[in-house]
């Protein structure tokens, strides 16, 4: 009794809250998204943004723009690019929450407009042939999402014929993600890109 006892509060005290502050958890999800030389010695970054909201998608497969959820304390999305051929553009984000439940309900959330929605529109910009796949081996992680797909309308609605592959992995309260696009063929390197820049997010939160 006492041993079941023991295990059930070691497992609660393993998920409870965290006491970061915002300041706190956003300076750890600034030190967490890579900077353009960690994707590449190629690349050059293309900007960056705090606290960009979330998206669902509607039964019709459209993205529904919203506020991050409660419980969320911080995340950073950064952007890079490489533009010798083949050209790639990526995009990565840390995501701090309160706790790791609050961090499981949004990869569940990301799990579920993937399975529901093989063709996606997000304002003017369409995907089609969403998917899970197989991710490529990654250590340190609770959870790992691999999706794959095709950009067929750019963000200005403009015809595309891209290829991407995006990796989201959760450790306990924090949520990292890498994105990878490029000409069609490139999808292993793709792979590896994302992959790669993901297993170095995890690396640095591993050392915090």
Known sequence: MGLVLGLVLLLR???????????????LAAHLAPAAEHWGTDFVGAGEADDSGEASFGEDCVAIP???RVGTLASVIRWAERKKPPALGTQSEARVYENAATAEAYIEDIEDGIHRCPTQQIDKARLQGVRETAPLKLSGFDDVVAEQGRWVLGEEGEKLNR?????TGRKNEIVLSTFVDGPPGTEKEL???????????QTRLAEQ
């Open 66 to 68: 919203k506020s991050d």
């Open 163 to 167: 290829v991407y592959v995006a990796l």
């Open 191 to 201: 792979h590896q890109i994302a992959a790669k820049t993901l297993q170095g997010m």
């Open 13 to 27: 005290d393993g998920d409870a809250p965290q006491s970061r502050s915002e300041t706190e958890a956003r300076k």
